[in-house]
């Protein structure tokens, strides 16, 4: 539906169907109605899947993206099953789900996002079959997902303690976000991790061949914001792109050095790339004071 409406449709009207799509769960039920009775007959030999009606992230396969990402937390983000883990953006448990098979019982997940229904189903059915993985919802406001949420993203504190993981990543979050937003997000994961602790994070990434490559492809991300690109700019955090340089600086001043190399993604149509979007690992320096 989403890629026939971003060929068919104009701007204006994808909008409101995105907005609409995000924010009317019964319309995402009644959508998804045929495809929720077949998950829900197949429960059983599915194993831990949530229904297509809550599955809101990207148009990948979700099983399939969620185990491509566990091999790039062990491999890039150097995961080990006994270590305390974070993610910011959990949603329905995509990522969470491959690592019910990967952390071991002295390993832990903590996961919070800010949309209740997705929150309340890995509550119901991943936390009583693994008892070190847990979920929180968060009301923070973000204009597609969660636009009643009555905390701000840029000044919210992550409801945590200092200083007790390992390891914390964010996939397609930080591609939803405003850069005063990012800034406090990222400020908050480096209080949040351990003296040598990692992060993993994705971006729409830009520097002046990227904005060529999507000028010549006559790219959806096409209206300027701030410093970066958007593809809706009535509602920059349906999907934002930003400067580089920016991002970069921003690590660092949150005491999160970026590690080379940034592994870029095919987002931009580049003609070599590991994933869809652009991955950075960054470590927190191990002299920061927590």
Same mark, same amino acid.
């Given at each position: 539906? $989403?890629?026939?409406? %971003?060929?068919c449709? !104009?701007?204006? &009207?994808?909008?409101?169907?995105?907005?609409?799509?995000?924010?009317?769960?019964?319309?995402?039920?009644?959508?998804?109605? !045929?495809? +929720?009775?077949?998950a829900?007959?197949?429960?059983?030999?599915?194993?831990?899947?949530?229904?297509?009606?809550?599955?809101? &992230?990207?148009?990948?396969?979700?099983?399939?993206?969620g185990?491509?990402?566990?091999?790039?937390f062990?491999d890039?983000?150097?995961?080990?099953?006994?270590?305390?883990?974070?993610?910011?953006?959990?949603?329905?448990?995509?990522?969470?789900?491959?690592?019910?098979?990967?952390?071991?019982? $002295?390993?832990?997940?903590?996961?919070?996002?800010?949309v209740?229904?997705e929150?309340?189903?890995?509550?119901?059915?991943?936390?009583p079959?693994?008892?070190? /993985?847990?979920?929180?919802?968060?009301?923070?406001?973000?204009?597609?997902?969660?636009p009643?949420?009555?905390?701000?993203?840029?000044? =919210? %504190? /992550?409801?945590?303690?200092?200083?007790? /993981?390992?390891? &914390? =990543?964010?996939?397609?979050?930080?591609?939803?976000?405003?850069?005063?937003?990012?800034?406090?997000?990222?400020?908050?994961?480096?209080?949040?991790?351990?003296?040598?602790? %990692?992060?993993?994070?994705t971006?729409?990434?830009?520097?002046?061949?990227?904005?060529?490559?999507?000028?010549?492809?006559?790219?959806?991300?096409?209206?300027?914001? +701030?410093s970066?690109?958007?593809?809706?700019?009535?509602?920059?955090?349906?999907?934002?792109?930003?400067?580089?340089?920016?991002?970069?600086?921003?690590?660092?001043?949150?005491?999160? %050095?970026?590690?080379?190399?940034?592994?870029?993604?095919?987002?931009?149509?580049?003609?070599?790339?590991?994933?869809?979007?652009?991955?950075?690992v960054?470590?927190?320096?191990?002299?920061?004071?927590?």
């Amino acid at each position: 539906m $989403k890629k026939l409406a %971003r060929r068919c449709l !104009p701007a204006g &009207v994808q909008s409101i169907l995105r907005c609409a799509y995000y924010r009317l769960p019964w319309l995402r039920r009644i959508y998804h109605f !045929p495809r +929720d009775m077949a998950a829900l007959a197949t429960r059983r030999r599915r194993g831990l899947q949530p229904p297509p009606s809550l599955i809101t &992230v990207g148009d990948g396969p979700f099983a399939e993206i969620g185990h491509e990402f566990l091999r790039y937390f062990i491999d890039l983000g150097g995961l080990r099953p006994d270590e305390r883990v974070l993610e910011i953006g959990c949603g329905v448990g995509r990522m969470a789900i491959p690592l019910t098979t990967y952390l071991s019982g $002295k390993g832990s997940y903590e996961g919070f996002d800010i949309v209740r229904a997705e929150i309340s189903w890995c509550q119901r059915n991943i936390t009583p079959r693994f008892e070190n /993985f847990h979920f929180h919802h968060v009301d923070v406001f973000n204009g597609q997902a969660n636009p009643k949420g009555r905390l701000k993203a840029d000044s =919210f %504190r /992550f409801p945590l303690g200092g200083g007790q /993981f390992d390891f &914390v =990543f964010l996939t397609s979050v930080f591609t939803h976000m405003l850069l005063d937003d990012i800034e406090n997000y990222l400020r908050e994961t480096s209080r949040l991790l351990k003296s040598g602790g %990692r992060l993993l994070a994705t971006y729409f990434l830009l520097d002046e061949p990227t904005r060529e490559r999507l000028r010549r492809t006559n790219s959806r991300f096409r209206y300027p914001h +701030d410093s970066g690109l958007v593809i809706d700019a009535k509602m920059p955090e349906a999907s934002i792109a930003h400067e580089e340089g920016r991002i970069r600086a921003l690590h660092e001043t949150c005491g999160l %050095r970026v590690q080379e190399p940034v592994r870029y993604g095919s987002w931009s149509g580049r003609a070599r790339f590991l994933s869809s979007q652009d991955i950075i690992v960054a470590g927190k320096a191990h002299d920061r004071q927590e």
